[in-house]
């Protein structure tokens, strides 16, 4: 038995805000809440196909304008007085405390978003839509079956396969062409001639025997 080597889990992803979080990537279902709450604060149109729960550039560019939006909102939730503030807010700051502007939905950026998913969920994420059907919108598209969620309370529309064509019909086999005799070979002109010839001969032998016959009898 060949010896088996451990290997560990992989390491937690701890950000210097203090959220720790296992490293991988993000599910589709956690990428189309974070779509629902861009498009809740309009920074993706308000319809229903900005949810695809895919990390699209539309996506990015959107999470960009989110990251700099929230840490300039959470500086003034933790100095109202501050320029460019406008009071009162409801509270003294989210955390995180402040999110790189990458636009990458990374481990801080997901729990920003999650500030304000309650909210954006009473209101429809502004396309009328609850979080199941985010996702099932979501698992939808990622499956293919259509361009965005525009029918997520729906059933998936099924087509009964048509029947194969059929099969088209063998083209008929061309007539053979007619054979054509060979010609013969023998030579009949020297054998008609050779019998003419022999047939003048004998016929002249006969009229000579005949003529002696003559002769003798007178």
Known sequence: MPPTR???????????????????????????????????????????????????????????????????????????????????????????????????LGPETIAALANYNQTAARGGYGIGLTPAQIEAAARQYAAGVGSGPAAVTNEIETTSPRPPAPAPRPAPAPAPAPQRQAASTFPTGPAIAVGVGAAVILAAVLYKRSRKGRKGGG
Not at 9 to 25: E, K, T, Y
Not at 26 to 55: C, D, E, H, K, M
Not at 59 to 78: D, I, K, L, M, P
């Open 6 to 104: 451990f290997i560990p889990p992989a390491p937690l992803s701890i950000r210097p805000s203090g959220f720790v979080r296992p490293s991988g990537a993000l599910s589709v279902a956690q990428v189309a809440n974070a779509q629902a709450i861009l498009t809740w604060f309009g920074y993706l149109p308000r319809n229903r196909s900005s949810i695809t729960g895919a990390r699209d550039a539309a996506t990015a560019g959107a999470v960009s304008v989110f990251q700099r939006q929230y840490n300039a909102e959470n500086a003034c939730r933790r100095n109202p007085t501050g320029a460019g503030c406008h009071p009162p807010y409801s509270n003294n700051g989210f955390q995180p405390e402040r999110i790189a502007v990458d636009g990458d």
